[in-house]
């Protein structure tokens, strides 16, 4: 008996693919954005949940940007950084960094990538 191993494995880029892919990520990070921002105020949000919804600028200014290589998820509005940094008065809230993780685990692609918040 004789066996011959199987030849070398070569894995394929194939960019059509991979940006369907990360469209994908966009799409579910930014359902989970809106869904959890849509919670109308009163009453403020607790320290670590999403920012509830006062006049809705918020959540009508959410954008994602997809490359070749990236997703980007995010919001024009000034106050967007006060709810994602914190302050001194108040605690940091779920912002587009926990959408983007959110939105990787719906689509069920967070074991194949991996984020970096910029």
């Keep these: 008996m004789q066996f011959t191993p199987w030849r070398e494995f070569q894995a394929v880029k194939r960019p059509e693919v991979i940006s369907a892919w990360l469209r994908g990520i ?8 809106r869904a959890g921002a849509s919670r109308a105020y009163p009453p403020a949000s607790a320290p670590g949940a999403w920012p509830a919804r006062r006049s809705g600028g918020l959540l009508g200014s959410i ?4 490359t070749a290589s990236s997703v980007t998820i995010g919001t ?3 106050y967007s950084k006060f709810l994602r940094e914190g302050t001194s008065r108040m605690a940091r809230r779920k912002m587009s960094d926990n959408a983007l993780k959110e ?3 719906r689509a069920r692609l ?6 970096q918040r910029l």
């Design 110 to 115: 967070g074991r194949w990538v991996e984020w």
């Design 63 to 66: 954008e994602t940007e997809v």
């Design 26 to 33: 966009a799409k579910a990070s930014e359902q989970a954005f």
């Design 76 to 78: 024009n509005q000034r």
């Design 103 to 105: 939105g990787m685990f």
